[in-house]
């Protein structure tokens, strides 16, 4: 069973800066693909980034394009979500996931293995 467990989150003023990370304790990690999303109260779940097993390929949701980065590093089983020019709008719940994808998607069905969250407050 793959744990994966995301940090980074905080409170950080509009235009600011932050970076997530979503470990998991497994060795494991590089046979998944690796997405982000979100969650707002009130809101559906968002899908924002997906990288695939050995981070060749990249997917953003046109909200973050230009903002967001994802990136991994399978040594350390970790995969990162750099997050500038952060905009209130931004603000939510971050969840990692992950699934054996062919190909990535910011479509949640295909992610089988979830973190419990990490808050990003974007705020003045």
């Known amino acids: 069973q793959l744990q994966l467990v995301e940090s980074g989150g905080g409170s950080v003023q509009p235009g600011g800066s932050l970076r997530l990370s979503c470990a998991s304790f497994t060795p494991t990690l590089d046979d998944y693909a690796t997405g982000w999303f979100r969650q707002a109260p009130g809101k559906e779940r968002e899908g924002v980034s997906c990288i695939s097993r050995r981070g060749g390929e990249t997917v953003y949701a046109d909200s973050v394009k230009g903002r967001f980065t994802i990136s991994r590093d399978n040594a350390k089983n970790t995969v990162y979500l750099q997050m500038n020019s952060l905009e209130r709008e931004d603000t939510a719940t971050y969840y990692c996931?992950?699934?054996?994808?062919?190909?990535?998607?910011?479509?949640?069905?295909?992610?089988?293995?979830w973190g419990q969250g990490t808050q990003v407050t974007v705020s003045s």
């Open positions: 996931a992950a699934g054996r994808l062919i190909y990535c998607t910011v479509n949640s069905r295909p992610f089988d293995y």
